[in-house]
């Protein structure tokens, strides 16, 4: 036997034990949907970057024929057009980016405050078993 279990009985160190794994357990089961909304989040960063950028290349396609239309195709208000698309795009770009930077910073955030709860239990059950232990110890020598 182990130095934190020579006092306990044999249902003591199962409570302790069972108490362990539903800690394990719980964390497990927020990891998967943590992982789960992770995955979740890469489709939609995906599906959303797609269709930006479709949006952006249908705009690109439509910038020339709107300047045409004005007869300024071969000005600088054509250049400063184009500019200023080129400025959008690539601002929408990097929101989408940023927005799903964020969402991933969220999740991880929640996996940190998860694993923390977790170790803070099982660290709880250690030093509870280990009071325990310390008690009937001391009983058993006499010395409360």
């Known amino acids: 036997m182990s130095n934190t279990s020579n006092y306990l009985t044999p249902e003591e160190i199962n409570a302790y034990q069972v108490r362990r794994q539903q800690a394990d357990t719980a964390f497990g089961r927020q990891l998967a949907n943590l992982n789960y909304q992770r995955s979740v989040a890469g489709q939609d960063y995906g599906i ?22 004005r007869g300024v195709l071969r000005s600088g208000i054509y250049n400063q057009g184009f500019g200023d698309y080129l400025t959008g795009r690539e601002n929408a770009t990097q929101d989408w980016a940023l927005q799903n930077q964020r969402r991933m910073a969220a999740l991880q955030n929640q996996q940190d405050d998860f694993e923390a709860i977790r170790n803070m239990t099982l660290q709880q059950i250690e030093a509870e078993q280990a009071a325990r232990q310390a008690g009937l110890a001391a009983a058993i020598r006499g010395i409360q």
């Open 48 to 69: 959303g970057k797609t269709r930006i950028a479709t949006s952006w290349d249908k705009a690109f396609r439509q910038l020339p024929a709107a300047f045409v239309r």
